[in-house]
């Protein structure tokens, strides 16, 4: 949550924002199906969150299927949905190990019961861990998460629990999937495209940006260590003037 005044970023991003864009044009450049792509994606998402704790992230937010991304062939959504159960059946003892507290963001009443099964297990196995948050969205489109968000307080305002004059941003973020998680300070998107394809634009509004062209299967902790330095050389204003 944005709390005002300007500010060196010397302190480096706590909360860093990662678009994993690249997989399929990597396995495609490589003459392999688009799905070898995306599990060579999973492999670096182990090595980051490994990683965060010695850069001084204390929150990693990663993209992982979009509100749009169903609209790719069956077999690909499919593929990936199983990468999902996989990754959770897999990584879950050592995320839970590790001291990661797990969250999830998006809708879900579109994923199958059994993978909202997985998640809900993850997030409550890990409610206690604080060494790392780590966020992952899943069927996540900022313009859904409005939606859903401004639903539920209409719903509010006309069962009489809120009144309208009374919403106010917090009433907002309290109603947003990110609830009680603060903004993100940088925000990453690998494989060259400049865009933000519906990622977090309420959280982002003061968020930095980069665009790496390394596609997410060959990005690395050095980049991302990389990515930190430069943040630390920006200073963000917040509309304030420089100090
Ligand atoms: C990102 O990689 C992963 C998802 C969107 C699920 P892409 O699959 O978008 O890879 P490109 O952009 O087609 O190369
Ligand atoms: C954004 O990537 C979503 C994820 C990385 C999960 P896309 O590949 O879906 O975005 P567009 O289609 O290039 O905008
Ligand atoms: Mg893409």
Redesign the pocket.
């Known amino acids: 949550m944005y709390e005002g005044g300007n500010s060196s970023c010397s302190e480096g991003p706590g909360h860093v924002a990662i678009i994993m864009?690249?997989?399929?044009?990597w396995a495609e450049s490589r003459g392999l199906p688009r799905l070898h792509g995306h599990r060579r994606g999973a492999d670096r998402v182990r090595e980051i969150v490994e990683a965060c704790p010695e850069l001084a992230i204390s929150h990693l937010t990663l993209f992982a299927f979009s509100t749009e991304n169903w609209n790719r062939p069956v077999a690909e959504v499919s593929g990936l949905m199983r990468l999902f159960r996989r990754y959770i059946k897999k990584e879950g003892a050592r995320l839970v190990a590790e001291g990661v507290r797990v969250r999830f963001i998006g809708g879900r009443e579109r994923l199958a019961d059994d993978l909202r099964a997985l998640m809900a297990g993850l997030e409550k196995q890990t409610e206690r861990n604080n060494r790392l948050n780590l966020t992952v969205a899943i069927n996540y489109g900022g313009r859904d998460e409005i939606l859903r968000a401004t639903r539920r307080m209409a719903a509010a305002v006309l069962a009489g629990d809120l009144s309208a004059d009374d919403i106010s941003t917090a009433t907002i973020e309290d109603h947003l999937d990110t609830a009680g998680l603060p903004d993100p300070d940088l925000i990453v998107r690998t494989?060259g495209?400049c865009r933000v394809s519906g990622f977090l634009p309420w959280q982002s509004a003061y968020a930095e940006f980069a665009f790496v062209d390394t596609r997410w299967p060959d990005f690395t902790v050095e980049q991302l260590a990389a990515q930190i330095q430069r943040f630390g050389q920006r200073e963000r204003r917040f509309g304030a003037v420089a100090g």
Not at 21 to 25: A, F, P, T
């Open positions: 864009d690249g997989n399929g044009r494989s495209e």
